[in-house]
C-alpha cells in the first residue's frame, strides 16, 4: 500500500504541528458549563482551517439553553470541496471541557508536554482528537490534492451539557442533511483500536411523592411523604432493579457492568429544606408533605422508550391503588434515544480496515454507557452512517491530570487518513462499495 505509507510517512513529519495545535486548543479554557471562549475556539479554528482551504462558518446558536450575550454559544464548520464530486466525510469535535476539579499536578490550561503525553483538561475528551483529525485531514490534502468529495470539519459548543446549542443546533439548520454529509466520525477518546458504534438511551425524571404536614408528635394527624418514597424505593428494589439486571442487549457497550439496562437515584430531597452550614439551631417537628428523588434510567437499543417510562409508572400506579393515601408526580426531564450504527455501514467498514491497515490488528466494537452527540446526528439529522473513533483512554476524561498520548494521536491520523484515502480516492473507491 504505497499511497498509505506516504501518508503515514507524512503525518510523522507533522509530529510538531499536532503537539502544538493540541497544545494550543488546551490553552484556550472554554469551560462549559457556563460555556466560556467558545469564540476564541472558533476563531482559532478558523484561522488554522482557512490557511488551509477550508472554506468556513461560524454559526451561533441563538436561543438554545445557555446561549446569551455573555455566553454566546458558537460553532465552526469547515469544509474543503475536492477536485471531483463525490462523498463528504465529516469529523465532528465538541470544543467544550467539563471543570477542573481537585487533584491535579500539571496546569489544566498549560497543555504540558512529559513523557510523550500532553497534559490538561480537555487533552483526552477531546482536543487530542481534534487535533488528529486535522492534522490527518490537511495531510491528506497535502499529499493528495486532487481528491474526490468533500472534507469538513466542525468544531461545536456544549456536549458536555446535551450539545443542543452544538450539533443538536447543525441538525436542525441542515448541516447533516444526506444532500451534503455522507459519513461522520466523532474523534472522542475511546481508544485507536476501538471504534464505537453508537450509545445506550437516558430518560430522566423527578418523582415526587405528596402528604400532609402536621406536628412530628402527632404523625397519624399528617400523612408522611418520606415514608410514601419509602414504598417507591422498595418497589423499585423489589421489582424494577431485578427486572432491569435480567435485560441484556446485543450492543457491545464497555464497560461489562452497563450491558444490561441500569437506573440512579441522582437525589432524593424531603421535608424541612437544608439550612446554611453556619445556622446552629435545632430542627423543627413537621410530619414532610413532599419527597423528590431524581432518577437516570439508562436503557437499552432493544427497550421502546415507551416501555421504560412505562414500567416506572406502572410501579407507581399499582402504590396508588394498594397503597392508602399514596398520591405521586412524575416530570419527565429530559430523554435521549439509543443510537447504533450499523456494523455493515461505509464508514464502519472503512475505518475497521484502516485500523487493521495502520494498527495491525483488527478492531473492537464497542458502545457507550452514556451518550453522546451522535444522537443528534442519528436522531435529527437522520444521518446513520456515524461513529465515534478517536484517540485517548475514556477512562480519563473529566479526571485530573487528564492526559493524550502523543503516539497514540498519531496513529489514530493515520487511521484517519487511511480512512480518507479509502473514501476520497476515486481509485480506491471500489474498496469500499458494495451492499
Ligand atoms: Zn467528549
Not at 343 to 368: H, K, L, N, Q
Request: proline fraction near 6%; charged fraction near 25%; hydrophobic fraction near 35%.
Amino acid at each position: 500500500m504505497p499511497d498509505q505509507t506516504s501518508l503515514s510517512t507524512a503525518i510523522d513529519a507533522r509530529r510538531d504541528d499536532l503537539i502544538a495545535l493540541t497544545q494550543a486548543l488546551i490553552r484556550i479554557p472554554t469551560l462549559n458549563p457556563p460555556g466560556r471562549h467558545y469564540r476564541d475556539i472558533c476563531e482559532f479554528l478558523d484561522r488554522r482551517l482557512a490557511r488551509h482551504g477550508f472554506d468556513t462558518k461560524l454559526i451561533r446558536a441563538h436561543g438554545t439553553p445557555g446561549d446569551s450575550e455573555k455566553y454566546p454559544r458558537w460553532n465552526i464548520v469547515a469544509r474543503r470541496d475536492g477536485k471531483h464530486s463525490g462523498d463528504c466525510v465529516h469529523f465532528n469535535s465538541h470544543t467544550d471541557v467539563v471543570e477542573v476539579g481537585a487533584g491535579w499536578t500539571f496546569d489544566p490550561f498549560g497543555g504540558a508536554v512529559s513523557d510523550g503525553k500532553i497534559y490538561g483538561r480537555g487533552a483526552c475528551d477531546m482536543k487530542g482528537g481534534m487535533a488528529a483529525s486535522i492534522i490527518a485531514a490537511e495531510t491528506f490534502i497535502d499529499t493528495h490534492p486532487d481528491f474526490a468529495g468533500a472534507i469538513e470539519i466542525s468544531g461545536t459548543a456544549d456536549e458536555e451539557s446535551g450539545g443542543y446549542g452544538g450539533v443538536a443546533y447543525l441538525a436542525e439548520q441542515g448541516y447533516y442533511d444526506a444532500s451534503r454529509v455522507q459519513h461522520v466520525i466523532i474523534p472522542e477518546p475511546l481508544n485507536k483500536d476501538r471504534i464505537c458504534l453508537g450509545h445506550r438511551g437516558g430518560w430522566w425524571a423527578e418523582i415526587e411523592t405528596k402528604g400532609e404536614i402536621a406536628h412530628g408528635s402527632m404523625p397519624f394527624l399528617g400523612d408522611c411523604a418520606v415514608r410514601h418514597m419509602g414504598a417507591v424505593l422498595r418497589e423499585f428494589e423489589d421489582r424494577l432493579f431485578p427486572a432491569m439486571a435480567a435485560r441484556h442487549t446485543d450492543m457491545p457497550v464497555v464497560p461489562q457492568g452497563a450491558r444490561q439496562s441500569t437506573m440512579n437515584i441522582n437525589s432524593i430531597h424531603g421535608g424541612q429544606p437544608e439550612q446554611e452550614p453556619d445556622f446552629t439551631g435545632l430542627p423543627a417537628h413537621c410530619v414532610p408533605d413532599s419527597c423528590r428523588i431524581v432518577i437516570d434510567r439508562r436503557f437499552l437499543v432493544e427497550e421502546p422508550l415507551d416501555e421504560v417510562r412505562n414500567e416506572v409508572t406502572a410501579l407507581l400506579e399499582g402504590l396508588k391503588s394498594t397503597r392508602k393515601d399514596f398520591d405521586y408526580r412524575l416530570t419527565e426531564l429530559n430523554s435521549v434515544l439509543p443510537s447504533m450504527t450499523d456494523r455493515d455501514a461505509p464508514v464502519v467498514r472503512t475505518v475497521a480496515r484502516a485500523i487493521e491497515d495502520v494498527i495491525g490488528v483488527p478492531p473492537e466494537f464497542v458502545a457507550s454507557p452514556g451518550t453522546y452527540d451522535q444522537k443528534h446526528i442519528d436522531r435529527i439529522g437522520k444521518l446513520g452512517n456515524c461513529i465515534a473513533y478517536g484517540p485517548g483512554i475514556l477512562e480519563l476524561a473529566h479526571k485530573p491530570d487528564e492526559y493524550v498520548g502523543i503516539d497514540d494521536m498519531i496513529d489514530s491520523a493515520k487511521v484517519m487518513g487511511a480512512a480518507l484515502q479509502s473514501l476520497l480516492l476515486p481509485s480506491k473507491k471500489d474498496k469500499t462499495s458494495g451492499s
